[in-house]
């Protein structure tokens, strides 16, 4: 086990972070049996009410087996052997009272309720060589990564609860670019160990690490065949902190989840369930530091959480390519409701694994602070999978720096807001042959949505060959920097639309079909209001107001394209 001056300040300043934050704890609280029903009114499918874990009046605290809460002792065995025995005896709640508990990787058992208690400070071990390498699945594809800080497989009925704090010591694992530090902040970074990239703007936790990332093209998952090719990049596999893999009835209720290695919550191939009263923190500068990622699940609830990550907040996935097509397993039946985020690259997020499909999901009543982007939808041609009946409604948001609704079916796996070592990926404008690595975006609802402050008000792309199809924007107010820009759009409906912006045109359309414009004000400005390019057509203008000039400039497309009714 490795003690350094920062693990310390990283205890007390969690420590403290909790005692200002005077919370009660969250078993105290009752979720009222109207609130569970309420989530499901007025839902937009039909959908079965999720089932909740319960758990047997029975439970162990982790000090029955000698665990020691003084942040130094290594309590892995110690807590695994409680979850052991509350298992052995049926199943109930595994306690882990105030303290300060350092660990290395956790395993679930069915049955199980991992609780922790007010001030409880859960932390996971830097030391690498705890966690072995599994087989699993990792943005989206079959792979190797190290096992996950906590992890279960194959189970039912198990929960994670209570009013305290769950840190993956993630500093120990990942890269940090320069650009998203202080300058003393980077100094005392440097100070710590670790290698340095050539051009030293990317600092990497080990040489062996630096090596693996220049070796992986496909996002952060190395093209190797064998297990030994793996092992002799270990380092660099880091794990989602919490992968819940193939499990039935899963509630996590209440704990802060923080400082993951990678993606902090993974649900993968899971079955009912809930996630609620949560609070999910991340550095802004940890890369993949998501906050949630709910891959290939069915039935699942996602409410009265909290999110500030360093990358995407609420993020629906269904796998990757080729594996996710053959798992073919989609994400459906989900309701996320009543969540705020903070930073995050996105704050509701479709993709861009999203191979399997995702259909069937509800999302209202959320508030997005200063994320990158609003809702953001992401694929690129390879993925397949169809993303349909997306319902989306009464969401707010203030200061986002690029886009209050983006979809971009060209994602490279750039951030929203391009980093020193990034740059905006060519677009084909040439259609290319529908396969079944086509990805297609259909059938998405957006109502009574209010943005203050963004950069764009929508930008909203497609394929030349799979354009977004019915997409529906009904009584929204933007103001923003920029208007709306359609690319490869058909059947494009916007009712009840402001746009108040402050430079260019308000809305730009290039190739978009059967576009429909009812009571929209675009703001004047000394371009036209709207602007029509390309093979555009059908594009039918009702009651709307686009200032003194009221018309179109279009170099490429018949007068006729539009129509003012």
């Known amino acids: 086990m490795k003690t350094h001056t920062k693990y310390i300040a990283l205890i007390f300043m969690t420590l403290l972070y909790a005692a200002c934050q005077n919370e009660p704890d969250t078993e105290t609280v009752d979720i009222k049996e109207d609130e569970a029903t309420s989530?499901?009114?007025?839902?937009?499918?039909?959908?079965?009410?999720?089932?909740?874990?319960?758990?047997?009046?029975?439970?162990?605290?982790?000090?029955?087996?000698?665990?020691?809460?003084?942040?130094?002792?290594?309590?892995?065995?110690?807590?695994?052997?409680?979850?052991?025995?509350?298992?052995?005896?049926?199943?109930?709640?595994v306690v882990i009272p105030r303290g300060v508990w350092l660990t290395g990787p956790i395993t679930l058992k069915s049955n199980i309720n991992l609780h922790l208690e007010e001030g409880?400070?859960?932390?996971?071990?830097?030391?690498?060589?705890?966690?072995?390498?599994?087989?699993?699945?990792?943005?989206?594809?079959?792979?190797?990564?190290?096992?996950?800080?906590?992890?279960?497989?194959?189970?039912?009925?198990?929960?994670?609860?209570?009013?305290?704090i769950i840190d993956g010591n993630g500093d120990a694992w990942r890269p940090v670019k320069k650009s998203k530090m202080t300058s003393s902040q980077w100094k005392s970074l440097v100070k710590s160990g670790g290698v340095l990239s050539e051009d030293e703007k990317t600092w990497y936790p080990s040489e062996s690490y630096k090596k693996a990332n220049a070796l992986t093209e496909n996002f952060n998952?190395?093209?190797?065949?064998?297990?030994?090719?793996?092992?002799?990049?270990?380092?660099?596999?880091?794990?989602?902190?919490?992968?819940?893999?193939?499990?039935?009835?899963?509630?996590?209720?209440?704990?802060?989840?923080?400082?993951?290695?990678?993606?902090?919550?993974?649900?993968?191939?899971?079955?009912?369930?809930?996630?609620?009263?949560?609070?999910v923190r991340n550095p802004w500068y940890s890369q993949n530091g998501d906050g949630l990622d709910l891959e290939s699940c069915k039935?699942?609830?996602?409410?009265?959480?909290?999110?500030?990550?360093?990358?995407?907040?609420?993020?629906i996935k269904s796998?990757?390519?080729?594996?996710?097509?053959?798992?073919?397993?989609?994400?459906?039946?989900?309701?996320?409701?009543?969540?705020?985020?903070?930073?995050?690259?996105?704050?509701?997020?479709?993709?861009?694994?999203?191979?399997?499909?995702?259909?069937?999901?509800?999302?209202?009543?959320?508030?997005?602070?200063?994320?990158?982007?609003?809702?953001?939808?992401?694929?690129?041609?390879?993925?397949?999978?169809?993303?349909?009946?997306?319902?989306?409604?009464?969401i707010d948001m203030i200061n986002i720096p690029t886009d209050a609704i983006r979809f971009n079916l060209f994602y490279g796996g750039q951030s929203p807001i391009l980093e020193e070592d990034q740059e905006a990926p060519e677009i084909d404008e040439e259609a290319v042959a529908?396969?079944?690595?086509?990805?297609?975006?259909?059938?998405?609802?957006?109502?009574?949505?209010?943005?203050?402050?963004?950069?764009?008000?929508?930008?909203?792309?497609?394929?030349?060959?799979?354009?977004?199809?019915?997409?529906?924007?009904?009584?929204?107010?933007?103001?923003?920097?920029?208007?709306?820009?359609?690319?490869?759009?058909?059947?494009?409906?916007f009712k009840n639309v402001k746009v108040a912006h402050n430079k260019g045109s308000a809305m730009t359309v290039y190739n978009g079909t059967d576009l429909k414009l009812d009571n929209v004000t675009l703001k004047e400005s000394e371009k036209a209001s709207l602007r029509v390019f390309g093979q555009s057509k059908g594009i039918v203008v009702n009651n709307s107001n686009f200032g003194e000039e009221n018309t179109s400039s279009s170099k490429e497309v018949p007068a006729e394209a539009v129509k003012y009714q």
């Not at 090719?229 to 996590?252: I, T, Y």
């Open 319 to 394: 796998g990757k390519d080729k594996d996710g097509r053959d798992r073919g397993v989609p994400t459906e039946n989900v309701i996320v409701k009543n969540n705020i985020v903070y930073h995050g690259h996105g704050g509701f997020v479709v993709g861009s694994e999203m191979s399997g499909g995702v259909k069937n999901v509800h999302v209202s009543r959320c508030t997005f602070i200063g994320t990158d982007v609003g809702l953001r939808f992401k694929s690129t041609r390879g993925r397949g999978g169809v993303v349909e009946n997306i319902y989306i409604s009464d």
């Open 434 to 493: 529908v396969t079944e690595e086509t990805p297609s975006f259909r059938n998405i609802y957006m109502k009574n949505i209010n943005v203050t402050g963004s950069e764009t008000a929508a930008f909203m792309q497609g394929l030349p060959e799979m354009k977004l199809k019915n997409i529906n924007l009904e009584n929204a107010n933007f103001q923003s920097e920029n208007g709306i820009t359609l690319i490869d759009a058909d059947g494009i409906s």
């Open 39 to 93: 989530l499901y009114d007025g839902l937009e499918f039909d959908m079965p009410e999720v089932k909740e874990a319960s758990f047997p009046d029975n439970g162990m605290l982790i000090t029955d087996f000698k665990a020691i809460g003084d942040g130094l002792f290594m309590n892995t065995e110690a807590i695994n052997k409680t979850i052991n025995e509350v298992a052995e005896k049926g199943g109930g709640k």
């Open 299 to 315: 039935n699942a609830l996602i409410y009265n959480n909290n999110f500030d990550v360093g990358d995407d907040a609420i993020c």
């Open 120 to 164: 409880a400070l859960l932390i996971f071990s830097d030391d690498k060589s705890l966690y072995p390498l599994v087989e699993t699945s990792f943005e989206g594809l079959n792979t190797y990564r190290t096992q996950s800080p906590i992890s279960g497989k194959n189970l039912e009925n198990i929960a994670i609860t209570g009013s305290g």
């Open 221 to 279: 998952v190395p093209p190797f065949k064998t297990r030994q090719e793996f092992e002799e990049v270990k380092e660099f596999l880091r794990p989602v902190m919490v992968s819940l893999v193939e499990c039935k009835k899963v509630l996590l209720d209440g704990p802060t989840f923080q400082n993951s290695p990678a993606w902090n919550i993974h649900p993968l191939m899971c079955e009912d369930v809930i996630i609620r009263n949560l609070t």
